[in-house]
């Protein structure tokens, strides 16, 4: 059994991270989405939002493929989440080589820290590489259409005033 964490904020999830989701689910048997709960930073939306709009993303955007997905929390190290789920491998996703740099040394640490745990980069759609989950909270936050970037789970919470 092939098992892969996909790690990541997502604050919030876009269609570029179901890109990769989709991707990695052709690679591995299992993905599971973890959410990090990370006390120096403060998300716009609270972590059950984050963990439900995804775990609605998945079921809605993908299908039968979607339920086969995982989301959890986490807390601390995501090498050390690999080894309590006993994934083999961290996925994340490259949309430009501005990327690359961060992404890299994260990955060489990680494999300091855990050598048996493989990173796999996984490219996001063309369609995809321009979005971030920071440029959609600063569209969304001023107005701004963000259909087709993010998911139908995502685009309720900003639409609906009061939620998320
Ligand atoms: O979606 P993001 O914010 O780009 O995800 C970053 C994330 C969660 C993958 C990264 O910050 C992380 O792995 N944090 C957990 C703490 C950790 O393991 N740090 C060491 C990385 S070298």
Do not use: C, W
């Amino acid at each position: 059994m092939r098992h892969a964490i996909y790690p990541g904020t997502f604050d919030p999830i876009t269609l570029g991270h179901l890109d990769v989701v989709v991707r990695a689910l052709g690679l591995f048997d299992r993905v599971t989405v973890a959410v990090l709960v990370n006390p120096r930073k403060q998300p716009s939306m609270d972590l059950a939002t984050r963990l439900g709009i995804i775990r609605e993303s998945l079921d809605e955007e993908l299908g039968d493929a979607g339920r086969g997905v995982a989301v959890e929390s986490f807390e601390g190290l995501t090498v050390d989440l690999a080894r309590r789920l006993g994934a083999g491998a961290i996925v994340r996703g490259l949309r430009a080589v501005s990327d690359f740099e961060s992404e890299i040394q994260m990955a060489q640490l990680n494999r300091r820290l855990a050598p048996e745990v493989e990173t796999v980069f996984l490219m996001t759609s063309a369609e995809h590489a321009a979005l971030s989950s920071t440029m959609v909270r600063e569209i969304a936050s001023f107005g701004g259409d963000v259909r087709g970037m993010v998911p139908a789970a995502v685009l309720r919470r900003l639409t609906v005033p009061g939620e998320g």
